[in-house]
């Protein structure tokens, strides 16, 4: 069947460094990957989309990879900031819906 | 603010009632998504919407159902509760049918006591 997986354990980082995130997926080939932040109680947003022809793409201080050989996509936050502090999923489609794996919790120290 | 509408915020009933969560999308969405979130199950997909018709479906209980109306608006209706369904429940939105880009409303944490 169909996995996700994400870094399971929290990732502590300081300021100003760039964290990177991992998510893997297994037993198919998603057309496209999306990542979400969600903070504590509240309902995740989108961040980014990236498509299967695209091996990379940006936005402000965020990079997402996309390596379908490898079947993973890997999250980069740049200069990181204490309010980058979240809870970040990975979220790639199958069978006609997102699959949201299970999230990897960031901690931005200042 | 996503533009997605939730109600209520909160929520706490006993075993074996029924409740109606409901939902608005944005404004131009044609599809609903309901989600359930627990904190050992992650986000968990239940039911997809588009334009009033079923699109998709994922590990939603037989107790559970849902609808969308001629407005677009949702609701999600949850009978015969049990203590595990206990769970933040998310709608979330988007323009077309395929899942791209969805916008997630602020929730409804139901309590089962």
């Known amino acids: 069947s169909q996995k996700i997986e994400q870094n399971s354990e929290a990732l502590n980082i300081q300021e100003g460094k760039t964290a990177t995130l991992t998510c893997n997926y297994t037993?198919?080939?998603?057309?496209?990957l999306q990542w979400y932040r969600q903070d504590p109680g509240r309902g995740p947003v989108f961040l980014l989309l990236i498509r299967e022809n695209e091996k990379e793409k940006r936005k402000e201080r965020l990079k997402v990879t996309f390596d379908t050989t490898l079947k993973q996509s890997l999250f980069h936050i740049t200069a990181s900031q204490p309010a980058d502090s979240a809870t970040y999923l990975c979220a790639p489609p199958g069978g006609g819906k997102l699959i949201f794996g299970q999230g990897t919790e960031l901690s931005v120290k200042p | 603010d996503s533009g997605v509408t939730q109600t209520p915020k909160h929520l706490i009933t006993a075993t074996g009632q029924r409740v109606t969560l409901r939902c608005s999308p944005r404004s131009g969405d044609l599809s609903v998504y309901w989600y359930q979130q627990s904190l050992d199950q992650g986000l968990q997909f239940l039911i997809q919407y588009y334009n009033g018709e079923e699109r998709a479906k994922g590990n939603i209980l037989e107790r559970f159902s849902a609808q969308q109306f001629p407005d677009l608006h949702s609701e999600l209706n949850l009978s015969s509760l049990e203590l595990g369904d206990s769970a933040l429940y998310f709608c979330a939105s988007s323009v077309g049918g395929r899942a791209y880009e969805q916008y997630f409303g602020p929730g409804t944490r139901l309590t089962v006591t």
């Open positions: 037993n198919y080939s998603p057309a496209y």
